[in-house]
């Protein structure tokens, strides 16, 4: 079994990033709370750090089993939501920059 260490100086910064970009505080994001910017913040990790599902399930306090929901989720709403994508993009443009 391959050991994945999740890079949480990465997670932070990209946590920061996305709370500019959607205008909310951090504490949304890592709270027990499901909501949309710790959806986009798990499809965002998926997508660039390739992290298992249960990696980012321990990580953000939701089942393993729901990971692949939300990765379709976020796929579906950037393909139908105005602006959506536009959003994502300037978070991959932050945390690159920093």
Known sequence: ???????????????????????????????LRDSLVKKVVVFILSKTKKYDARVLGANYQISYLYVPTVITEMEYLIKTVPGFEIKIENVYQLIAEK
């Open 1 to 31: 079994m391959k050991t994945i260490t999740f890079d949480t100086v990465h997670a932070e910064k990209l946590e920061l990033a996305i709370s500019l970009e959607f205008g909310c505080r951090v504490s949304e994001i890592v709270s």
